[in-house]
């Protein structure tokens, strides 16, 4: 086949095909990448910042039950009126001593027992009687649960105690002393005596450790690079931090997660940079990357097989119609399978095929109608009939029966005559009957009263033209080979089926077995005589040739109980007016 035309490479239609189709699963490859990478980044970013809120809520939540534990515990001893009433004892040493062992010390060391984690409560008295307990050093970190006893003096100095005294606050959280470097904080309060005076008797001070106070840090990857910390909203200090917070940092790099610790001025907020979201970013990209990449290989692969496959196809139809483009039509093309290529190979080869059959009846329709035409002229001058016939009116001039031969000469010249029509091919239904009366009355004559004729056809369809002699022959075969018993019974019938007319020959005859009607149906039955030839098939060839394959006889027969012969003929016939037949 030839690969150049007017100077231009030539292309299969299928591989210019593959050109949108390529483009196609690309694009689609890209924008179905985009839309999970992007959905993928989303879900991981929204995850992730769910896990460090649970987590950032469940340490507000440790921290309010622990603060809450330690307000408590100086609450008790804020309320207790053994306890202040020992603090106010101003009796002699022994006194005091007993005092501070009986009502004081077991007041102390019980919450401290009771709180889980390690503290120190101190106690700072304004009464100088007061024996002092001094516990571990203050100035190294928690690390079991210990009280204090101490003057209040010792901290009556102290610029933390002065700005406590001077903004006049109490029950405060906040970091005194050496807390900041420990990373401590303090919980403050006075201690004021029921009685009507009002009057501070002492302070308490329960300090506690950041890291136990803030709980388990597993929850937070700290190692990759979240930070927390607990800021104060009011002096905007930050009194405790975890991780590699930078207090410059730029926020627009990091997600900023604050929770409210009720109660306090103070907010646990969780540093979170957008590195750690999307640390699994590269990792995804390059996953669907190669998914995309590879998906679209293999779609192309399989795009190229399917052009391959349908280009070899395409050659074979292209070469085909070249092929007829030549006059070459006894070439078929066959393709396995149910889809386009086979129904346009089919077409191909019916139309070859059509090609074939018009040219062949272009040339030797002509041919074939004059000779159906002459086999028709022969076949109605039937010898056997005439003969027998003329023998019949033979027999009854010489037995003087006048009358039966009149009858059976005025019945066979009324048969001929119509037969004859002219030498017109067409007859009316209506002139097709009267023949079959003629038909009849001369075997009435033969015959007498031994059979009976029924007919039964539409009026409206007596006047449509038909080809002469096609309903006598299965008449006449009725006589010849259905009789049995002493009488029969024929009935024919005609009615409009649409654009169609149905005519039917009925009998009650002795029928055919059904090998016999097989045989006849395939037109494989030898006729007993040459006679009956004309019968099946020079009707069926004529009906074909004049009207199409659509139109035709079917016989349908039961052993023992009669045969029925259907005749299917159009009704518009554009023959007639080709022709120029006219119609008797």
């Avoid at 035409?373 to 037995?399: C, K, M, R």
């Amino acid at each position: 086949m030839r690969r150049f035309k007017l100077g231009r490479l030539y292309i299969p239609f299928t591989y210019k095909m593959m050109i949108p189709y390529l483009l196609l699963v690309l694009l689609t490859d890209l924008l179905i990448g985009y839309i999970s990478y992007t959905m993928l980044i989303q879900s991981r970013t929204e995850m992730a910042e769910t896990n460090i809120r649970t987590a950032m809520k469940q340490t507000r939540n440790n921290i309010e039950y622990q603060m809450d534990e330690i307000n408590r515990m100086s609450s008790t001893l804020f309320t207790s009126l053994t306890f202040q009433n020992a603090l106010q004892n101003s009796g002699d040493p022994l006194e005091v001593m007993l005092k501070m062992r009986d009502d004081i010390i077991p007041q102390m060391k019980a919450p401290l027992q009771l709180y889980g984690n390690n503290i120190r409560l101190v106690l700072y008295t304004v009464n100088e009687k007061m024996y002092e307990v001094p516990g571990d050093n203050m100035e190294e970190e928690i690390s079991r649960r210990d009280y204090y006893v101490l003057p209040a003096s010792s901290i009556a100095s102290t610029d933390w105690f002065e700005s406590i005294q001077a903004m006049n606050q109490d029950n405060l959280w906040l970091q005194l002393d050496t807390d900041k470097k420990l990373n401590h904080i303090s919980h403050f309060r006075k201690l004021v005596s029921s009685s009507g005076m009002a009057s501070v008797i002492g302070y308490v001070r329960v300090t506690a450790r950041f890291d136990e106070l803030f709980g388990n840090f597993d929850t937070f990857p700290i190692d990759q690079g979240i930070s927390l910390r607990l800021v104060d909203t009011t002096a905007g200090a930050t009194l405790y931090t975890r991780g590699e917070a930078d207090a410059h940092s730029n926020q627009s790099n990091e997600l900023s997660i604050k929770e409210q610790i009720a109660g306090t001025p103070f907010i646990i907020e969780s540093l979170v940079p957008h590195a750690y979201l999307n640390k699994d970013a590269s990792r995804m990209q390059k996953v669907i990357g190669t998914v995309c990449t590879i998906s679209f290989l293999v779609m192309a692969f399989i795009g190229f097989i399917v052009a391959r496959l349908s280009g070899k196809k395409m050659k074979r139809i292209v070469t085909l119609v070249r092929s007829f483009q030549e006059g070459n039509f006894h070439k078929r093309i066959v393709f396995t399978g149910n889809d386009e290529f086979v129904h346009i190979a089919d077409s191909f080869n019916q139309m070859a095929t059509s090609i074939q059959e018009l040219i062949k009846n272009e040339y030797v329709q002509g041919i074939q109608k004059k000779q159906a035409e002459l086999d028709v002229l022969q076949a109605q001058i039937s010898p056997h009939f005439l003969y027998n016939t003329l023998s019949t009116i033979g027999s009854l001039a010489n037995l003087g029966e006048v009358q039966k031969v009149t009858q059976m000469v005025q019945g066979l010249s009324k048969f001929y005559r119509l037969t004859l029509n002219g030498g017109n091919v067409y007859i009316s239904l209506e002139k097709e009957l009267e023949q079959i009366e003629a038909y009849l009355d001369i075997q009435r004559v033969k015959y007498a009263d031994t059979f009976k004729v029924y007919f039964d056809v539409e009026p409206e369809i007596l006047q449509t033209p038909i080809i002469k002699l096609i309903l006598q022959p299965f008449v006449e075969n009725i006589f010849k080979h259905s009789w049995f018993g002493k009488s029969i019974a024929i009935r024919i019938t005609g009615k409009r089926l649409g654009d169609h007319i149905e005519l039917k020959v009925i009998d009650n005859g002795i029928g055919m077995r059904p090998d016999t009607l097989k045989k006849m149906q395939s037109n494989t039955l030898q006729p007993d005589n040459q006679s009956d030839k004309y019968g099946l098939k020079n009707v069926e060839e004529r009906i074909k040739l004049r009207y199409g394959n659509d139109f035709g006889i079917r016989i349908g027969s039961h052993y023992g109980a009669g045969t029925t012969v259907q005749i299917i003929l159009p009704i518009a016939n554009a023959e007639i007016k080709e022709d120029g037949d006219i119609i008797a």
